[in-house]
């Protein structure tokens, strides 16, 4: 399922297998890192407060166009910005 976080008048979207987990990834040190370099409210932030929500069916699309973009990248998870 894909799940979206608000920061900062962007909606940022990643896949996760279930809402406990885009939690888990929302919440991380690490993906709080990642969007610290372009939100402004992130920066020098240790966790994200931001609580994921799923995707509207126009951020499912944008974010399969961009992760269809990347495949073959290799990371962990795939952040698109979709709105």
Excluded: N
């Amino acid at each position: 399922m894909i799940y979206v976080i608000d920061v900062d008048h962007m909606s940022l979207a990643f896949a996760a297998s279930s809402k406990i987990q885009a939690a888990e990834i929302a919440g991380s040190p690490r993906f709080a890192r990642a969007i610290g370099r372009s939100c402004r409210d992130r920066r020098g932030a240790k966790t994200s407060s931001h609580q994921p929500r799923v995707a509207t069916v126009r951020e499912r699309v944008a974010f399969h166009d961009m992760s269809a973009e990347f495949a073959g990248a290799a990371a962990d998870i795939l952040v698109a910005r979709v709105g």
